[in-house]
């Protein structure tokens, strides 16, 4: 039986994690006690020593334990407790508590484990922005409301609470997947029409899994990809890349692709809103950028077209990642224009861009008979081309 792992820092909170894991222990689950603490530890109250977490530390336990900087010891605890959670197979649940090094340590174990494996972090931080801890898992914040400066009325509240959500996830884990093997499709507010025609072409045959194109959406769709939980991946909207390369607020990282390289997975991409790069209100644009031909999507979105120079950088990024996945490959160029912008009369309309970008890719991608650039006479929100788009996949996927 895969067991629920209480993870703290048994140097600062010791009492609090022993009630934490006794509450949990009393719901009749299997408890692992493990310290992440990066100061010695007197007595047998844990599972798994702060030392043998360390160990796991690519330069060894010394470069964890020890140390005079309380900064340098959190960083080295933090990487060593991720490598050490990355090599366990036994994890059912895990529940930390934390203030803000501890968080910081159990949350980089939890963001290494898979999506739907329950994780429940209880911190003092948790009623602020807690986006650089949750990334893009799947971890629940709870509020620890007091300091964990030892047990009182209301802090023996908050963990009960905590012990009973985590008990309760862990007892009764979601159901296995079953039915309809999944899709992975990304998605902007500008490529909607597009992907929701695919959507409605493949949705019998298919759990399609839409991501929005935010950066956080594509590294979440690859993760998913990397973690065996797709079948294929139909990549409409790469805009996450003009942010990466031009310093967008909602950018991909220099991973993207890098799932469907190592998966080989069946992929049909586009070139979807590579004709914009998003920034927040319009007094946040870069200076550089003010000259620049701008469209306040809405009163928090401002969005500036790409020029010329911009999409050949853009498509040649895009190209040479694409060479690095060997599976069946489609990328699909519609000739008419990328975005519900770039359109005959959009804010966006630019057929000169649009062929530099389009060249850009062509002269990259190595095409070969499984890597193949097919251009489409069509806009990219025509619904002719998300059926061709929905085709392609059904080719490639059956081969």
Not at 222 to 248: H, M, P, Q, R
Not at 333 to 361: M, N, R, T, W
Request: charge should be negative; glycine fraction near 10%.
């Amino acid at each position: 039986m895969r067991r629920v792992y209480v993870v703290g820092t048994h140097d600062t909170k010791a009492e609090e994690l022993a009630f934490l894991a006794d509450l949990v222990a009393a719901a009749g689950l299997p408890v692992v006690r493990v310290d992440v603490g990066t100061r010695p530890l007197t007595g047998d109250a844990v599972d798994v020593t702060a030392a043998e977490v360390a160990a796991h530390h690519p330069d060894g336990a010394g470069a964890v334990l020890g140390l005079d900087d309380r900064g340098t010891a959190v960083a080295a605890m933090t990487e060593a407790f991720a490598r050490f959670v990355a090599n366990r197979d036994d994890i059912g649940a895990i529940v930390g508590l934390g203030g803000g090094g501890g968080t910081a340590i159990v949350t980089a174990g939890m963001r290494r484990l898979p999506y739907g494996v329950p994780k429940l972090m209880v911190s003092t931080l948790a009623s602020g922005d807690v986006s650089p801890y949750v990334d893009i898992s799947d971890i629940l914040f709870m509020p620890a409301v007091t300091d964990m400066a030892g047990l009182n009325g209301l802090s023996r509240v908050i963990l009960h609470n905590a012990a009973q959500a985590i008990a309760g996830m862990a007892r009764h884990p979601a159901p296995a997947r079953a039915g309809k093997p999944s899709i992975g499709l990304t998605m902007f507010g500008v490529t909607t029409a597009c992907v929701t025609a695919i959507v409605e072409r493949l949705g019998a045959d298919y759990d399609c899994m839409v991501f929005h194109a935010t950066g956080t959406g594509g590294r979440s769709m690859e993760k998913l990809a990397d973690s065996g939980l797709l079948t294929g991946v139909i990549d409409i909207t790469t805009t996450e890349v003009c942010d990466l390369l031009l310093g967008g607020v909602l950018p991909a990282t220099e991973d993207r692709f890098g799932a469907i390289a190592r998966t080989r997975l069946p992929y049909v991409g586009s070139v979807g809103a590579l004709d914009m790069v998003n920034f927040w209100a319009p007094d946040t644009v870069p200076a550089v950028f003010r000259d620049r031909t701008l469209y306040r999507h809405n009163p928090n979105v401002t969005l500036m077209r790409t020029t010329a120079e911009e999409c050949r950088r853009i498509g040649a990024w895009i190209g040479e990642r694409l060479n690095a996945c060997d599976g069946e490959v489609r990328f699909l160029i519609p000739e008419k224009g990328v975005s519900s912008l770039d359109i005959d009369g959009g804010a966006f309309f630019d057929p000169q861009a649009d062929a530099v970008l389009f060249s850009a890719l062509e002269d990259t991608v190595r095409q070969t008979e499984r890597r193949r650039i097919v251009r489409l006479p069509l806009h990219i929100n025509d619904p002719a081309f998300a059926a061709a788009a929905a085709t392609t996949f059904l080719d490639i996927s059956q081969r």
